[in-house]
């Protein structure tokens, strides 16, 4: 895949740009401040239709101005406008849009944020989270589960804090739950699966060690994450799960049992990476993560996604930053500096400036 121009109006730091990176490695220079994550963000956006910021879309527009707008061109122009008051639209080809899955899989992306580090170190939802935006790398319809379940979600936690206990209504909201959620564990079971052999190769590639990576997943409701178990194995069990603990639901007045209750963990020969894994260990481990993404998603699909990499050498030895750049695929890349010296990388340097980008090199 491959990012041929790109501009952006009104977006962040971006009063108005026009861009034509090289179809190789750019570089970003600049300090910080100077809109170099606002750049890779807006590279991100047109791929992913959000901020992997995790930014709502009204604080992408930027000050003074009432929409934003993206376009750039992959094998297909790709518009999008963000108002700040609410709502979007965006163009395929010219060609509006209805469906967020229409737009996923023109321009795929697979970022690198310093960020990383807590999906070894910190909590279950970051790894969740992990899994289903692989899902939808892999299979742009994944992003529809997840949002009918995000919805079911939302309207039984509604139900349950308006206090009114009536079962027949409960037993709906249910069903449509258990229905999504089973799709949506059904696919982070195929992902975790498709992650671990690139895993285990990349993570010793970078490390200069043999060890083993892989994924357990513990799930009070849905047991273990075996891709082979039917999605309606899973509904099952979280009906069963739901109607069992539906008096402590009522009193707390939430959904305890859920794809959004799970607990997915990154094993490094055996043992929690979160607790038993050294911070270097975790580091390559992060990065791994990243690098098996891209891979697996190449093979899938094909065609080799963006790379996007913000600010993520500042946070490495030498030795790890040079087991990255020997383990990077030759993909069109996107990397975000400081200090251009500590990326042992060549391509084409560009200063980036208060909204403003300039060639280098």
Known sequence: MLLKWLTLSGFRSYSSLEWAPDEGVNILVGDNGAGKTNLLEGVGYLSTLRSFRSAPDEA???NGEDTAVLRGEAD???EVEIRRRGGRRTRVAKKPVARSTDVLSVLRVVTFLPEDLDLIKGGPGGRRDFLDDVAVQLWPAAALDQAEFDRSLRQRNAFLKHGERDIATLEVWDARLAQAAARVMSRRARAAQMLEPPLTELYSQIAGTSSEVGFSYLSEWGGSLDPTTPAAEWSAALLA???HRRRVDFELRSTGAGPHRDEPAILLTGESSRYQASQGEQRTLALTLRLATHRTVTEQVGRMPLLLLDDVYSELDHARAKSLTDA??????FISTTRPEEVPLHGRAWQVGHGT????S
């Open 76 to 78: 297909e122009l790709l």
């Open 357 to 360: 980008i300039a060639q280098l």
């Open 241 to 243: 799960a739901l109607a």
């Open 328 to 333: 990077l695929p030759a993909a069109q890349t």
């Open 60 to 62: 992408l527009v930027a």
